[in-house]
């Protein structure tokens, strides 16, 4: 029986989890660049269930008992969620009319999960990867994310406007002031190597293979529009479909875990009981 509460249990706990993901995936609908994230759930490992018992040899001096074993089957000891995992693919895109609006779309990559990504530097100076190209320029004219996170160039450095009005031509070329600057840019031939930091940030799992320079490598195809914002790709209709079966699950487990506590209380309270 306390097989059945922790079954249960890591049931609820599983769906819990999965609730919250699809809920971020949700509230973050209209997040410029946003990557939904997949919940993988897994078993725990299986348990074979054996009988224990005793069988008697006769012998000369009496019987000898010796134990044996018989295989009852397997027994499964519940779920958990294993990870969230982004699913890389391009979001709508849509005209906003700002200047500083950029959006990285796809053409061909020799890579099937390969994917692209701008160059920004974090609050610690690292270099990390993102998908959001709603800029801004800051009050020292550098070019920004929304947190105030450089955004960099193809030799690492942060790109200077001076305040000024720029173009972007479709290969991720600036134009500012007569000036040409290639904006920095990423690709990944795994994007599931991809890992979320947070604000819209990524970096490179521990086992995942670097970033490299999208220019650099043959055969990637890109184009960058300015005035214009990739969206989310969070399909609002598919996560509150899953977001209900989810709840389902739940109820269920909490069913099954409420019985077995029943069952348990019968136990103690009444069988026990000496008449």
Same mark, same amino acid.
């Given at each position: 029986?306390?097989?059945?509460?922790?079954?249960?249990?890591?049931?609820? @706990?599983?769906?819990? #989890?999965?609730?919250?993901?699809? *809920?971020?995936?949700?509230?973050?609908?209209? &997040?410029?660049? $946003?990557?939904? /994230?997949?919940?993988?759930?897994?078993?725990?490992?299986?348990? =074979?269930?054996?009988?224990?018992?005793?069988?008697?040899?006769?012998?000369? *001096?009496? %019987?000898?008992?010796?134990?044996?074993? +018989?295989?009852?089957? *397997?027994?499964?000891?519940?779920?958990?969620?294993? !990870?969230?995992?982004?699913?890389?693919?391009?979001?709508?895109?849509?005209?906003?009319?700002?200047?500083?609006?950029?959006?990285?779309?796809?053409?061909?990559?020799?890579?099937?999960?390969?994917?692209?990504?701008?160059?920004?530097?974090?609050?610690?100076?690292?270099? #990390?990867?993102? #998908?959001?190209?709603?800029?801004?320029?800051? %009050? !020292? %004219?550098?070019?920004?994310?929304?947190?105030? $996170?450089?955004?960099?160039?193809?030799?690492?450095?942060?790109?200077?406007? /001076?305040?000024?009005?720029?173009?972007?031509? /479709?290969?991720?070329?600036?134009? @500012?002031?007569?000036?040409?600057?290639?904006? %920095?840019?990423?690709?990944?031939?795994?994007?599931?190597?991809?890992?979320?930091?947070?604000?819209? =940030?990524?970096?490179?799992?521990?086992?995942? !293979?670097?970033?490299?320079?999208?220019?650099?490598?043959?055969?990637?195809?890109?184009?960058?529009?300015?005035?214009?914002?990739?969206? *989310?790709?969070?399909?609002?209709? #598919?996560?509150?479909?899953?977001?209900?079966?989810? $709840?389902?699950?739940?109820?269920?487990?909490?069913?099954?875990?409420?019985? $077995?506590?029943?069952?348990?209380? +019968? &136990?103690?309270?009444?069988?026990?009981?000496?008449?």
């Amino acid at each position: 029986m306390l097989r059945g509460f922790n079954t249960a249990a890591s049931g609820m @706990i599983a769906n819990q #989890r999965m609730q919250e993901t699809l *809920s971020n995936n949700i509230a973050n609908s209209d &997040t410029p660049g $946003y990557k939904a /994230d997949q919940g993988t759930m897994r078993a725990f490992p299986e348990l =074979l269930l054996q009988q224990m018992g005793g069988e008697t040899i006769p012998a000369s *001096s009496g %019987g000898l008992t010796l134990p044996t074993q +018989k295989e009852l089957g *397997s027994l499964n000891t519940g779920v958990y969620m294993q !990870e969230a995992v982004p699913e890389f693919s391009q979001g709508d895109v849509r005209e906003t009319g700002n200047t500083t609006d950029l959006a990285l779309l796809h053409g061909d990559v020799p890579d099937e999960e390969g994917f692209l990504f701008f160059n920004v530097q974090n609050q610690d100076g690292d270099v #990390r990867q993102t #998908r959001n190209g709603n800029f801004t320029v800051d %009050g !020292e %004219g550098f070019l920004t994310t929304n947190q105030g $996170y450089y955004v960099l160039d193809d030799a690492g450095e942060p790109i200077q406007t /001076d305040g000024m009005e720029f173009t972007v031509q /479709d290969n991720g070329t600036l134009e @500012i002031d007569g000036e040409e600057t290639e904006l %920095g840019l990423s690709y990944t031939a795994n994007a599931n190597d991809m890992v979320k930091e947070g604000d819209d =940030l990524y970096t490179v799992g521990e086992d995942g !293979e670097p970033v490299v320079n999208a220019r650099d490598i043959d055969g990637v195809d890109f184009t960058v529009q300015q005035n214009v914002l990739e969206g *989310s790709n969070v399909d609002p209709a #598919r996560m509150m479909t899953e977001m209900n079966n989810t $709840y389902r699950n739940f109820e269920m487990n909490q069913r099954a875990l409420k019985a $077995y506590d029943q069952s348990m209380q +019968k &136990t103690v309270n009444d069988v026990g009981k000496l008449g």
